[in-house]
């Protein structure tokens, strides 16, 4: 996928509206994928890219969480934490899909589909420019900051 266009597939941006990755085309974009709202690991994710936002901003780089989570739940978790990172909706996980981030897991033994914790990062031409799988959230927003950074 690196060097590879980034799929253009519509979903639920930010404001509620349908929107595709060419909406940020023109400035580095953070795509992070994680699993779901107010739970332990994607609250700290959420968090973390939070408190770097303003690096972020000032390197010129946008973020942007989604998850299969409504627009409603999205606000929620949003003010609950004071979140500074605008999350997308993806319910019909087509956009998840396109980045290879539904993928099979297995807790105890039971297999079923659900979002494998991944960030990619898209240069200002709508390019992939690197990408993390199976993201452990500790020291992972520093790790992208600095990736984008070097862009």
Known sequence: ??????PEVAFEGPDGA???LAAWRGK??????????????????AQDFTALAGAFAKAGVA????????AKKHK????????????GTDTDGKLLEAFG????KNMYGRKYMGIERSTFLIDKEG?????WRKVKVPGH???VLKAAQEL
């Open 1 to 6: 996928m690196i060097g590879d266009q980034a």
């Open 18 to 20: 349908e929107t595709t």
């Open 28 to 45: 580095p974009l953070v795509l992070y994928f994680y699993p779901k709202d107010d739970t332990s690991g994607c609250t700290r994710e």
């Open 63 to 70: 973020l942007l969480g989604v998850s299969k989570d409504t």
């Open 76 to 87: 929620a978790f949003t003010e609950k934490y004071d979140l500074k990172v605008p999350l």
């Open 101 to 104: 981030a539904w993928v099979e």
């Open 127 to 131: 390019r992939i420019a690197r990408e």
């Open 141 to 143: 927003a520093e790790e």
